[in-house]
């Protein structure tokens, strides 16, 4: 199987979000690890950058986990953040947002709508092995495009005088593709 640049990385002190989630993400197969602060979340999002990072917070922690959303989706922009928020912090979620969530959740239940949406995004970050061209054709037919316009993204190469892409002839990538 190929090795995913990205998984969910579940960063609370407590299991109050993991225990249910554990059996969300198993039953659909989905990558997963748990750390147990941000500079741990961190080095995990370092190893697979554009990973769902899901975080939990409580009342006295909103400024340090802000600030740490902020820069952590600036420097990781095809990163996802969750929000795991006490329930006393439904009035937090604005705040949330501005610093660079993209779900903010305050019970348990809302877990399997939250486990669908990073099925969604894992199922769209490509697999690290895939050659650039396979992968724009692969974009492209989810897209619901034609292929054909990777010859577009192609350049001419002065010393050959044919197409290529990257190292890549573009008769090797059109195979590929087929």
């Known amino acids: 199987m190929a090795e995913l640049s990205a998984r969910l990385i579940l960063c609370e002190r407590t299991d109050r979000w993991a225990a249910v989630w554990r059996g969300l993400l198993d039953a659909q197969q989905l990558p997963f690890c748990e750390v147990r602060s941000l500079a741990e979340a961190s080095e995990r999002l370092f ?24 820069a952590t989706t600036r420097a990781h922009a095809g990163a996802r953040a969750v929000v795991l928020a006490s329930p006393d912090l439904r009035v937090a979620d604005c705040v949330f ?8 959740l305050d019970d348990p239940l809302q877990l399997p709508r939250a486990t669908r949406w990073v099925r969604r995004h894992l199922a769209s970050v490509p697999r690290r092995e895939l050659p650039l061209g396979v992968w724009i054709e692969q974009l492209l037919g989810r897209l619901g495009r034609s292929p054909a316009p990777v010859a577009e993204l192609t350049a001419w190469s002065g010393d050959r005088g044919r197409p290529w892409f990257g190292d890549i002839p573009l008769e090797q990538v059109k195979k590929v593709g087929k």
Request: charged residues 20%; positive net charge.
């Open 97 to 104: 947002r501005a610093a660079g969530a993209h779900l903010v």
């Open 47 to 70: 190893e697979a950058p554009a990973s769902v990072i899901a975080v939990a917070c409580r009342a006295d922690r909103i400024e340090p986990v802000c600030h740490w959303l902020r």
